[in-house]
């Protein structure tokens, strides 16, 4: 049937879901293993919501089960395209994926530490950093002791690797 014979009322709606953590196109989306488990446990949070919607009205079940659907594909081709890497194989003595690191600003006595994770752990307030962000691409392969500079326009920062550790 044309969908000109279709009441307006009766035309589904797209969803609209929120992309997940940007990972440029032929970037390897690189996660520790505690942000492959993660993203496991999102996955089945998300199929057990699916499957708790109810049907009341069956066009508002419909929306919700698209929606969850939408954001369960989106998930789905992350995991499927996650490398993980595993900290204890990682060389302890330099900055690399997956390493927390600490850092000296600027030549402040305020120590600074992050992780440098893939970009679906990244969480500032839980200071992880992904690795595709300028700090983490600076940060790469230095050694305690070593400095990296951030510039930004006319102002540059300048950061001191004090430590370097690798927790699972």
Do not use: C, W
Not at 22 to 30: G, M, T
Request: net charge neutral.
């Amino acid at each position: 049937m044309s969908r000109g014979f279709v009441k307006e009322s009766d035309q589904e709606e797209l969803p609209i879901v929120p992309p997940r953590a940007d990972l440029p196109a032929n970037v390897i989306n690189y996660v520790t293993e505690v942000g492959y488990n993660e993203l496991i446990k999102e996955r089945v949070e998300l199929i057990e919501e699916r499957e708790k919607i109810p049907a009341t009205d069956e066009n508002e079940r419909r929306i919700a089960v698209n929606y969850l659907t939408a954001k369960l594909q989106l998930l789905n081709d992350r995991i499927a395209t996650a490398k993980i890497i595993k900290l204890t194989e990682q060389p302890q003595n330099e900055v690399r994926f997956g390493a927390t690191v600490t850092l000296r600003v600027d030549g402040s006595n305020k120590l600074q530490t992050y992780q440098i994770v893939g970009v679906d752990e990244a969480n500032i307030t839980k200071r992880k950093i992904a690795f595709i962000s300028p700090i983490a691409r600076i940060l790469i392969d230095k050694k305690v002791g070593e400095t990296a500079i951030l510039h930004l326009g006319n102002d540059s920062k300048k950061f001191e690797i004090v430590a370097i550790k690798y927790d699972s």
